[in-house]
């Protein structure tokens, strides 16, 4: 890095040390680039640490299940990283009615069109895959190569990764952005162009972006391995996911390596404190006991909370921000921050090299939410 008048100068500097952040460190690092990243708080501390970890490919949206897809792929570098608890348990996508199961040969199309296998499953089918669910279902899709995660620990390994290519992470707050980069809440500035990746406290320094926070809880549970085997989620996940309401429920259990069992999913606008709501939760595991009633005798350890970064149309800010030649964009990726965050790492960071990107970068042009607002 070079030094001018006090002034610490860097190729890159990434605001914020989510998965986010750490995977824009990570990828701009593997370029060469001299890279800072300004977090005054825990890596992956954030959202990171509130999201399950789930790496799905997602087909309700295109963009999305290009991002998701494209990201997908990169994962596979890191399945033997012993710290991220990377489990290939694959997903079980659960038919509660014939309506739902109806429509499952679409969703195995359209993730067919992207390379992503995934086989329609029949009830019998799906009682020997889960003996633990509910009687009386119809069935589901089941997508084996899916994955989960522990999310804060990628963090951290991400930005490992860069700091060993030379990477400095300065623990503090980013006060303002400046002509020539950022000031710190200790007076240091630090010059070169700007990656802003700070989730829902987007806002404070990026106002021109609309972003809310909608919160979300999550419960785990002692070690019970072998009641779980898949990731299990509802087929109207992504109605109560996408949705608009005010708050929403949806099932979501995963298994993980521990022998411990995470549920989700809850959601919520409006909700400013980060303090469990044992309404919302008592709601919540209601919805899993109705998929998975054996879940009611188990005992939970924890329950916390997370605020997750919603962008005005559900996609991620992925570019350079709209009139500022050296600031640039990463988030906004509500729940498939963690599946998607290599590939927005990817997507950003070629677009700053002037590189070609693998996929389309004009679905999440941060330009479109200034030109609507």
Not at 38 to 48: D, F, H, L, R, Y
Not at 321 to 337: Q, R
């Amino acid at each position: 890095m070079g030094y001018r008048y006090g002034v610490k100068r860097y190729d890159l500097i990434i605001v914020g040390a989510g998965i986010i952040g750490t995977a824009c460190a990570d990828a701009a690092s593997e370029h060469g680039l001299r890279v800072a990243v300004v977090e005054p708080g825990p890596i992956g501390g954030g959202a990171t640490a509130s999201a399950m970890g789930h790496l799905v490919a997602m087909d309700d949206d295109p963009a999305e299940l290009a991002l998701a897809n494209y990201s997908l792929a990169l994962w596979e570098n890191f399945t033997h990283v012993a710290p991220i608890e990377y489990s290939r348990c694959g997903t079980l996508w659960v038919a509660s009615t014939a309506a739902e199961y109806a429509h499952i040969p679409q969703k195995i199309a359209r993730l067919a069109s992207v390379g992503v296998q995934a086989e329609l499953i029949d009830g019998e089918q799906l009682y020997r895959l889960e003996p633990a669910l509910a009687p009386g279902l119809c069935g589901g899709m089941r997508v084996p190569r899916e994955a989960v995660v522990y999310p804060p620990a990628m963090a951290r390994h991400l930005l490992d990764r860069a700091r060993a290519r030379g990477a400095v992470l300065h623990a503090q707050r980013v006060t303002a952005i400046t002509q020539q980069g950022v000031q710190l809440d200790d007076q240091t500035r630090l010059a070169g162009p700007v990656l802003v990746a700070t989730g829902c406290a987007l806002p404070q320094l990026l106002p021109q972006l609309p972003m809310r926070a909608r919160k979300g809880h999550l419960v785990i549970t002692d070690r019970y391995p072998g009641v779980v085997h898949h990731q299990l989620l509802e087929l109207g996940y992504a109605d109560s996911a996408h949705g608009d309401a005010d708050s929403s429920v949806a099932f979501n259990v995963q298994p993980r390596p521990t022998g411990q069992i995470l549920i989700g999913s809850s959601r919520e606008y409006g909700a400013n404190t980060a303090e469990v709501s044992m309404p919302m939760v008592q709601r919540m595991l209601a919805r899993t006991f109705r998929y998975l009633p054996a879940l009611r005798q188990l005992d939970a350890l924890r329950i916390w909370t997370g605020f997750r970064p919603v962008s005005a149309d559900g996609l991620p800010y992925l570019g350079r921000v709209p009139e500022h030649a050296n600031l640039w964009v990463a988030a906004g990726h509500e729940g498939l921050g963690i599946t998607t965050s290599l590939g927005s790492a990817r997507l950003v960071i070629d677009q700053y090299l002037g590189r070609a990107t693998a996929i389309d970068p004009r679905p999440y042009d941060p330009a479109r939410a200034v030109a609507s607002a």
